[in-house]
């Protein structure tokens, strides 16, 4: 794989990452180097207005790049490690402008929305993986939403597991060499309108998830109700009360300090007064987040 260079951190030798990744890395680099004139791949501005004056862009290493800008009449003037500088006349360069702003928002029409989808199958296996953090899709989400949220960028020294880097090649990221053996990630679609997207993705699926969630925790709250109350079960026909008075200690003690379990522990205390007070048997409604949102099972 000619994109990357001999520092970098681990072998890319996947399939889709191959496929997708130097396409996307040169639309990404035509996008900020041609259409917005990015200054990390614009040198300076030229001396004068004059059409035969020269521009001169720097990009990273790829032979795919360098057969997309010889093509459009960009001159390769040399190779300084991973770095090729070029130069192209500024009349030149602005006539070609023209014809590239379309393609690029063409590349971007059809290629968002299957990063898009690439993205909500990553963020939907994170959700269910039993090891957010260091899972390959942990490993990739951490990269997205890192550069998510710095702008479209964000920098790693971490060896990726494979199948990690297939999730972010799917979501739309690309990998340029930095400096110290590092990554340098890039969002390709780091538009505030796609950003935006991906965010609304983020909340939606995460929505779904927690839905699904509390509703397995109800059901097994459900379980453990019958189980420990089932209906042909034989009560004692007296309480001994130092019996209950020693065991609510134990559970106030052992509950008192976690704050997840304080709500239910003050509206106890409060219920039990109300009831030494009344001639009445008391009716307690809870909601089920009570037990299902706080203190764990053994709560």
């Not at 942990?138 to 297939?166: C, R, Y």
């Not at 048997?281 to 009570?290: A, K, P, R």
Request: charged share 25%.
């Amino acid at each position: 794989n000619h994109f990357f260079v001999s520092n970098f951190p681990c072998a890319y030798s996947l399939s889709l990452w191959n496929k997708m990744k130097d396409r996307d890395m040169i639309y990404l680099v035509v996008d900020r180097m041609i259409v917005q004139e990015h200054p990390d791949y614009k040198q300076g501005e030229p001396a004068s207005a004059d059409p035969e004056a020269d521009i001169c862009f720097r990009t990273d290493r790829n032979e795919g790049l360098v057969s997309y800008l010889r093509a459009r009449q960009f001159r390769k003037e040399y190779v300084e490690g991973g770095t090729v500088v070029w130069s192209i006349k500024q009349g030149k360069f602005r006539q070609l402008k023209t014809l590239v702003e379309p393609e690029v928002a063409r590349w971007k029409a059809e290629r968002f929305p299957e990063a898009l989808r690439g993205f909500e199958g990553l963020y939907q296996r994170w959700l269910e993986s039993e090891d957010q953090e260091r899972s390959p899709e942990g490993q990739a989400m951490n990269i997205v939403t890192g550069a998510i949220n710095q702008g479209g960028s964000t920098v790693t020294s971490d060896k990726l597991d494979p199948t990690a880097l297939e999730y972010l090649a799917a979501s739309g990221m690309v990998g340029f060499p930095h400096p110290g053996g590092q990554v340098r990630w890039e969002l390709v679609f780091s538009t505030p309108q796609f950003v935006k997207q991906y965010q609304d993705t983020c909340t939606r699926l995460r929505a779904a998830h927690h839905r699904k969630q509390a509703w397995l925790a109800v059901e097994k709250l459900r379980a453990t109700l019958i189980e420990a109350f089932p209906d042909d079960a034989e009560y004692p026909s007296e309480l001994n009360f130092e019996e209950i008075r020693h065991r609510l200690r134990e559970f106030v003690q052992k509950y008192r300090t976690q704050c997840g379990c304080s709500g239910f522990l003050c509206g106890l205390r409060l219920c039990l007064q109300r009831q030494l007070s009344s001639q009445r048997c008391l009716l307690w409604s809870l909601q089920n987040d009570v037990f299902t949102q706080s203190g764990g099972p053994a709560f």
